[in-house]
């Protein structure tokens, strides 16, 4: 049975670091991994999609990378800002969709 | 650009009533999803449709029930509330058809208390 594990479960890092969120899963076998961050209250704004042949995807000041022989997936975000804090879920696709259950951030002004 | 839109935002029900949650696709987007988030927790996917018929189930109560119509609107209906089905309920969209892994567009979701 798959499971997918995200470590912390909270962060507080100053303004302006470059940090790491990470999500580990049990089950190598899957389609994609998709990253979310979601503000209290709200709904999921989708950040990046891996698919499974792909080792990472970037946008702006995300980099999201994928080794699936480990069970792992990192969301690195350069140069923090206020802005970023808010939860952040990754959410892999197998023969279903399962959540990790989230790392919430909070940038330190 | 158009997102997946949801209705209502919020409903306020009793205990032993009916509600009906409405999703509506971004254009041209075949598949539609529906999870729910229960406070404090990760969303837990319910169930999905591709070009009007169930693709895939998770974890919906036989109390629930949802279809997906001509024009890809999606409808979830749920009967005989409970205490416990108070949650986030959200719609995601994706396009590429069943067997696609594309990305899931999620809507605002809505804000379901049952009293």
């Known amino acids: 049975k798959q499971e997918v594990t995200q470590i912390p479960a909270a962060l507080s890092v100053p303004e302006g670091e470059n940090l790491v969120l990470n999500c580990s899963f049990t089950?190598?076998?899957?389609?994609?991994l998709q990253w979310f961050r979601q503000d209290p209250g709200k709904g999921l704004t989708s950040l990046l999609l891996?698919?499974?042949?792909?080792r990472e995807q970037t946008s702006g000041r995300l980099n999201a990378s994928l080794d699936k022989s480990s069970g792992r997936s990192t969301l690195y975000i350069a140069a923090s800002q206020p802005g970023d804090s808010a939860t952040y879920l990754c959410a892999l696709r197998d023969d279903k969709i399962i959540f990790g259950k989230g790392t919430r951030l909070h940038i330190l002004p | 650009a158009a997102g997946v839109i949801q209705s209502p935002r919020h409903l306020i029900k009793e205990k032993r009533e009916t509600a009906t949650l409405k999703c509506y696709p971004i254009?041209?987007?075949?598949?539609v999803y529906w999870y729910q988030q229960g406070p404090g927790q990760d969303p837990q996917f319910l169930i999905s449709f591709y070009e009007k018929m169930q693709s895939d189930k998770g974890s919906i109560p036989d109390r629930f029930s949802a279809q997906q119509f001509s024009d890809y609107h999606s409808e979830l209906n749920m009967s005989s509330l409970e205490l416990g089905d108070s949650a986030l309920y959200f719609c995601?969209?994706?396009?590429?058809?069943?067997?696609?892994?594309?990305?899931?567009?999620f809507g605002p979701g809505t804000r379901l208390t049952v009293l």
């Open positions: 254009p041209r987007h075949d598949t």
């Open positions: 891996i698919q499974s042949s792909q």
């Open positions: 995601a969209s994706s396009s590429g058809g069943r067997l696609s892994y594309n990305e899931q567009f």
């Open positions: 089950d190598s076998a899957i389609y994609n």
